[in-house]
T-cell receptor, first 116, second 114 residues
Framework: GAVVSQHPSRVICKSGTSVKIECRSL??????MFWYRQFPKQSLMLMAT?????????EQGVEKDKFLINHASLTLSTLTVTSAHPEDSSFYIC????????????FGNGTRLTVT | GDSVTQMEGPVTLSEEAFLTINCTYT??????LFWYVQYPGEGLQLLLK?????DKGSNKGFEATYRKETTSFHLEKGSVQVSDSAVYFC?????????????FGSGTRLLVRP
């Protein structure tokens, strides 16, 4: 079945550094990828929608200069957390939609980011 | 804005017990409703969905009915198994297919003991 690979699964970084998270669709082409963030005991909150070859659409309140999204190909989207701070520590999850109409969303396993 | 509220967990049950996980929503339009499941170490998977009022979604013994009058979409299973232990997320979308953006509840962890 369709698989979305998200890497890394866990990352610890120091405050002020940047972290890149990759989301790959392994056996299908993804026109659209979604990036979610989840705080402990809270909902998955949509951060942004990325479409291949165009700029990402960010949800209200999400800083586009801090969370850089690049969807350079039909199988890869990246989220870069720039100048990370402890409050950016969270669980980030990507999901991907294939080219087929009415196809379900496929989710990655998520990335646990800890900023020290 | 649209939102989803689901019961806090963890929910701990013995094998073969009856399961209910409550989910209510707030939406301005006529959303589609979904239940996703996340097994340990895996990504979210679509469990079932309903696209209009009174629809019943079902899969793997789980079912949920879209109740417009109570704005609810409670998940039920008559007899749970240890393998059902996972985190369950209720979600809504304002598009019929689930490939539009989803609004999730906070998730409910289910632990089923032998």
């Amino acid at each position: 079945g369709a698989v979305v690979s998200q890497h890394p699964s866990r990352v610890i970084c120091k405050s002020g550094t940047s972290v890149k998270i990759e989301c790959r669709s392994l056996d299908f082409q993804a026109t659209t990828m979604f990036w979610y963030r989840q705080f402990p005991k809270q909902s998955l909150m949509l951060m942004a929608t990325s479409n291949e070859g165009s700029k990402a659409t960010y949800e209200q309140g999400v800083e586009k200069d801090k969370f850089l999204i690049n969807h350079a190909s039909l199988t890869l989207s990246t989220l870069t957390v720039t100048s990370a701070h402890p409050e950016d520590s969270s669980f980030y999850i990507c999901s991907a939609r294939s080219l087929l109409n009415n196809s379900p969303l496929h989710f990655g396993n998520g990335t646990r980011l800890t900023v020290t | 804005g649209d939102s989803v509220t689901q019961m806090e967990g963890p929910v701990t049950l013995s094998e073969e017990a009856f399961l209910t996980i409550n989910c209510t929503y707030t939406a301005t339009g006529y959303p589609s409703l979904f239940w996703y499941v996340q097994y340990p170490g895996e990504g979210l998977q679509l469990l079932l969905k309903a696209t209009k009022a009174d629809d019943k979604g079902s899969n793997k013994g789980f079912e949920a009915t879209y109740r417009k009058e109570t704005t609810s979409f409670h998940l039920e299973k008559g007899s749970v198994q240890v393998s059902d232990s996972a985190v369950y997320f209720c979600a809504l979308s304002d598009r019929v297919d689930s490939s539009y953006k989803l609004i999730f509840g906070s998730g409910t962890r289910l632990l089923v003991r032998p």
